[in-house]
């Protein structure tokens, strides 16, 4: 720890009021009243709340439909995330070479980070248009199957997590390539000469030397396809077909927006919230131990 | 070496075009007709109905205002984090004070409670304060977070001592040395992080969603929800596109003009 240099008696208190000031009206208090709201259910006027303790949560747990949600919000940030980096990470690999013009692709690469998830949906919406998308044009050509995402929740759910991968493949494919680049290229020659083909070259020397890259960008992929996926699943899909796309965060804001079951939103934020504490906690953990960087 | 740098510029001038061929059959889509959006085969060239479109989809929404909006929002967001975290860095690592320990905890915390995991409560704090459908209500609440305080922290750790000491022996106080000389050396950071909050405050869309109700005081990406065809209304995709187009691109403007600090923010603020 530094050495404190400057000495006065209110400054630093002064210093630290805006931030401590809009922590605790904006985060501690909305905290807490979700837990207390949370064992609260409104009453049928919704003039009042009449206190249930642990109703709403029993009442989650008993929801199957939340947990299609749950299993939706992983499924899908899973599939985002890992597809996303998979295939950014077989790029890079195939793509590594001593370039020139690396900024350049970089700039090529990085700006649909730019756009609002749920403008990328918009767009991609379009694309997947049953009647005048291209893309089902396309497919009409090879299946007779129907690519309506009005009507089936699978392919709904491809078109956000297409969507959203679109959005993050670019900057996934630009930091594995700058972590490439970092790689001696005496290692991988000398594992060459040693007999290793270029699957084991990768396995055995890629990977492993990537992995506080692919740690950030795991970390980086999960916390956006998670929470903020919103507004993609709130202008696209709205949740349907069904359920097929309502996610957690989704869900909890329709059901305190939409519906007004305050409680039982605020219980979902609770679940929610614990979630967030247990990541941040292994994603600490697992960053000072596994990952040099 | 020669072969497989050929092979390398070919995966990655594909990976550019499969990227941009979205953006850019959108900006297509949002220069044609009506007629020609719902032909088929979709037509894959621009058209002469751009100034149109986006007139229509200016008009329709009443675009101007959130526009406005939407760079209040993303200024105030961006500029009110970095101010605000600057000053709380500077106490925490400058001063020693009781309480400090506290204080760093809890701005860490800040870090487990995003919007998503306190949605009606945080609602309902800003409406005792009156403040729904104002820009007080859009920008306050996302003012404070963690990450900008941490990336200053731990650049001024790097910052060493005897400049602090150096400017203390020439008589400057605290807030002189702020201002005079670790401001001035903090301009890639501020920048970096500038990139950062400004795309995030642009884009954010629960927080908007939630917290206005007319449509002068929405922001952009949800004030354009009106123009997207649902299945009983007239397919005006071109007018929808138009606004898409128009909405996306002050950020990704700022992420191209700004590159090299946007990089560096991306990594920081991960960290």
Same mark, same amino acid.
């Given at each position: 720890? /530094?050495?404190?240099?400057?000495?006065?008696?209110?400054?630093?208190?002064?210093?630290?009021?805006?931030?401590?000031?809009?922590? !605790?009206?904006?985060?501690?208090?909305?905290?807490?009243?979700?837990?207390? =709201?949370? =064992?609260?259910?409104?009453?049928?006027?919704?003039?009042?709340? !009449?206190?249930?303790?642990?109703?709403?949560?029993?009442?989650?747990?008993?929801?199957?439909?939340?947990? /299609?949600?749950?299993?939706?919000?992983?499924?899908?940030?899973?599939?985002?995330?890992?597809?996303?980096?998979?295939?950014?990470?077989?790029?890079?690999?195939?793509?590594?070479?001593?370039? #020139?013009?690396?900024?350049?692709?970089?700039?090529? =690469?990085?700006?649909?980070?730019?756009?609002?998830?749920?403008?990328?949906?918009?767009?991609?919406?379009?694309?997947?248009?049953?009647?005048?998308?291209?893309?089902?044009?396309?497919?009409?050509?090879?299946?007779?199957?129907?690519?309506?995402?009005?009507?089936?929740?699978?392919?709904?759910?491809?078109?956000?997590?297409?969507?959203?991968?679109?959005?993050?493949?670019?900057?996934?494919?630009?930091?594995?390539?700058?972590?490439?680049?970092?790689?001696?290229?005496?290692?991988?020659?000398?594992?060459?000469?040693?007999?290793?083909?270029?699957?084991? #070259?990768?396995?055995? !020397?890629?990977?492993?030397?990537?992995?506080?890259?692919?740690?950030?960008?795991?970390?980086?992929?999960?916390?956006?396809?998670?929470?903020?996926?919103?507004?993609?699943?709130?202008?696209?899909?709205?949740?349907?077909?069904?359920?097929?796309?309502?996610?957690?965060?989704?869900?909890?804001?329709?059901?305190?927006?939409?519906?007004?079951?305050?409680?039982?939103?605020?219980?979902?934020?609770?679940?929610?919230?614990?979630?967030?504490?247990?990541?941040?906690?292994?994603?600490?953990?697992?960053?000072?131990?596994?990952?040099?960087? | 070496?020669?072969?497989?740098?050929?092979?390398?510029?070919?995966? *990655?001038?594909?990976? %550019?075009?499969?990227?941009?061929?979205?953006?850019?059959?959108?900006?297509?889509?949002?220069?044609?007709?009506?007629?020609?959006?719902?032909?088929?085969?979709?037509?894959?060239?621009?058209?002469?109905?751009?100034?149109? &479109?986006?007139?229509?989809?200016?008009?329709?929404?009443?675009?101007?205002?959130?526009?406005? &909006?939407?760079?209040?929002?993303?200024?105030?967001?961006?500029?009110?984090?970095?101010?605000?975290?600057?000053?709380?860095?500077?106490?925490?690592?400058?001063?020693?004070?009781?309480?400090?320990?506290?204080?760093?905890?809890?701005?860490?915390?800040?870090?487990?409670?995003?919007?998503?995991?306190?949605? %009606?409560?945080?609602?309902?704090?800003?409406? %005792?304060?009156?403040?729904?459908?104002?820009?007080?209500?859009?920008?306050?609440?996302?003012?404070?977070?963690?990450?900008?305080?941490? *990336?200053?922290?731990?650049?001024?750790?790097?910052?060493?001592?005897?400049?602090? +000491?150096?400017?203390?022996?020439?008589?400057?106080?605290?807030?002189?040395?702020?201002?005079?000389?670790?401001?001035? $050396?903090?301009?890639?950071?501020?920048?970096?992080?500038?990139?950062? $909050?400004?795309?995030?405050?642009?884009?954010?869309?629960?927080?908007?969603?939630?917290?206005? &109700?007319?449509?002068?005081?929405?922001?952009?990406?949800?004030?354009?929800?009106?123009?997207?065809?649902?299945?009983?209304?007239?397919?005006?995709? &071109?007018?929808?596109?138009?606004?898409?187009?128009?909405?996306?691109?002050?950020?990704?403007?700022?992420?191209?003009?700004?590159?090299?600090?946007? %990089?560096?923010?991306?990594? +920081?603020?991960?960290?």
């Amino acid at each position: 720890m /530094r050495r404190a240099v400057f000495r006065n008696p209110w400054l630093p208190y002064a210093l630290v009021a805006p931030q401590i000031a809009i922590t !605790i009206v904006f985060f501690f208090w909305p905290a807490f009243d979700s837990l207390r =709201l949370s =064992l609260y259910r409104a009453s049928p006027f919704g003039d009042r709340l !009449i206190f249930i303790g642990g109703g709403n949560f029993t009442r989650l747990l008993g929801d199957p439909a939340y947990f /299609r949600s749950v299993a939706t919000s992983l499924g899908f940030s899973l599939v985002v995330t890992v597809a996303g980096l998979a295939v950014a990470l077989l790029l890079a690999s195939l793509a590594n070479a001593r370039i #020139r013009g690396l900024a350049v692709y970089r700039t090529l =690469l990085l700006w649909p980070y730019g756009i609002a998830p749920a403008v990328a949906g918009v767009i991609w919406l379009f694309v997947f248009h049953p009647s005048f998308g291209v893309l089902p044009y396309l497919l009409s050509f090879v299946t007779d199957y129907q690519f309506n995402w009005f009507l089936k929740g699978w392919v709904a759910l491809t078109l956000i997590v297409i969507a959203a991968v679109w959005k993050q493949f670019g900057y996934n494919l630009a930091f594995y390539l700058a972590g490439l680049q970092a790689i001696p290229g005496s290692v991988l020659e000398a594992a060459s000469v040693d007999g290793a083909g270029p699957v084991r #070259r990768f396995f055995a !020397i890629t990977f492993p030397l990537l992995s506080p890259v692919t740690f950030f960008l795991f970390t980086l992929n999960m916390t956006f396809a998670f929470f903020e996926t919103f507004g993609l699943i709130h202008a696209v899909t709205q949740g349907g077909p069904g359920d097929a796309t309502s996610i957690l965060v989704y869900r909890a804001w329709k059901d305190g927006f939409d519906g007004l079951q305050l409680g039982y939103s605020a219980a979902q934020s609770v679940i929610l919230m614990l979630l967030v504490i247990a990541l941040t906690a292994v994603q600490f953990r697992y960053a000072e131990k596994k990952v040099t960087y | 070496m020669d072969r497989s740098s050929a092979i390398t510029h070919v995966i *990655l001038v594909a990976a %550019v075009v499969v990227l941009a061929f979205p953006l850019y059959y959108a900006f297509v889509i949002s220069t044609q007709s009506l007629d020609e959006v719902t032909s088929l085969p979709p037509k894959l060239a621009p058209s002469t109905h751009l100034v149109q &479109n986006y007139a229509d989809a200016w008009s329709r929404v009443g675009m101007g205002r959130l526009l406005l &909006n939407s760079a209040i929002v993303a200024l105030a967001v961006a500029l009110g984090k970095i101010v605000i975290s600057l000053l709380s860095a500077f106490a925490i690592v400058y001063f020693d004070f009781r309480g400090k320990r506290l204080v760093f905890w809890m701005i860490f915390v800040t870090l487990m409670l995003p919007v998503p995991v306190r949605i %009606v409560s945080t609602y309902q704090v800003v409406s %005792v304060l009156g403040w729904v459908d104002t820009y007080w209500g859009l920008t306050v609440p996302l003012m404070a977070s963690a990450t900008g305080t941490f *990336l200053f922290r731990q650049y001024y750790r790097t910052i060493p001592d005897s400049l602090a +000491e150096a400017a203390q022996l020439d008589g400057a106080g605290p807030l002189r040395f702020l201002w005079s000389i670790l401001l001035p $050396l903090s301009t890639a950071n501020i920048a970096a992080l500038f990139v950062i $909050l400004f795309v995030y405050g642009w884009n954010d869309y629960l927080w908007p969603l939630m917290v206005t &109700n007319s449509q002068e005081m929405r922001t952009a990406v949800i004030g354009i929800d009106s123009l997207i065809p649902r299945t009983s209304q007239l397919p005006e995709w &071109n007018v929808a596109m138009a606004a898409a187009m128009m909405v996306l691109l002050p950020p990704v403007a700022v992420i191209v003009a700004m590159q090299r600090w946007f %990089v560096k923010g991306l990594i +920081e603020t991960e960290k």
